[in-house]
């Protein structure tokens, strides 16, 4: 289905009025401002709501760590969602105090956990194949774990949608699907990732650049998709395209969601309209990546983790947003005199 874009001229009057009257100086609540306004669009409404927020943390593995491109072992992405069941990572603690729910998928992890209560079993294969030697997955895999996505998401309840990952190996994927979809030089796509050496980070480009140079045929953004991405990049790709044709809010978090969002919006771009950026990513490569996307991060915290932290941060600004926009007085109700030059 197409994803609408939210543009209606008329609501974005009434709603530039509505934040207008309220008792404060024109343009004081800043970027909040623009984020009512945002909202008011993706929900077609003056009366904008947060209801049911919940972060969907997606998990797979990646056969390129087999390159030596990770500073951890790939047995990291199991024991880490382990962790996300029993409540000790960070995205639990920050989801948590948000009051936000999480939802932990495995999309593709190396590993058979066995049925697990607090784990949704979405399991395509044990990892991708290793795309320094061979595409990571089919083009049929590919179809399936987009459509997987997209079915999760039309079974959620709630009206903003966070996204996060877990993958070792993940930031080599993301920045190869980073460099293929803006063309931007490999070396300004590739980071530090859980913590490379410069040497480290230096053969993580060489192995990236090789795997394009063997990869050229791939362009058009399902198969660039299919070459490098992970299952769990490829989900959250077809769950974000789910969720902004059900105007959905979607909270972006670091490099590996962005990279997803970048191949969903090749595919459609007024899925951006759609889009709250959490946050900036120390992730290099990040920043450029959201410049690509002509995107406007709400906080800059210096963050390199994933999970989706970034939207469990983030959140409580949507709340101030949907607020100041439904509870604030405004300077008539308010009887507070207006602006007298
Ligand atoms: C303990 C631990 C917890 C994490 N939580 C998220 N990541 C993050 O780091 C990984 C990507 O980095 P790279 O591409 O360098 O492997 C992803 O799993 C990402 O979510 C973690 C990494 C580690 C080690
Ligand atoms: O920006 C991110 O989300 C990120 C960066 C490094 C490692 N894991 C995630």
Redesign the pocket.
Known sequence: MPISPTRNDALAVQLDNAINNKTKPLGSLGVLEALAKQLGLIQNTRAISISKPAILVFAADHGV?AEG????PQD??W??VE?FLAGG??INVFAAQNSCDLRVIDAGVNHDFGPRSGLTDRKLAHGTHNFAQQPAMSSELCDTALATGMALVAELEGNVVGF?????????A?AALMHKLTGIPVAQCVG?????SAEGILHKQHVIEAAVAKHVHATEAHDVLATFGGLEIAMMAGAMLKAAELRKVLLIDGF?VTSALLVAARMQPAILDYCVFAHCSNENGHQQMLEALNAKPLLNLGLR???GTGCALALPLLHAAANFLNQMATFESAQVSEKSE
């Open positions: 760590v491109i990770s500073a951890y990291v992405t024991q880490m962790n990572a960070a996060g990952e877990m993958g070792i190996g993940n930031t080599t993301a530090a990732g859980t913590g490379l590996i983790l994933g999970e």
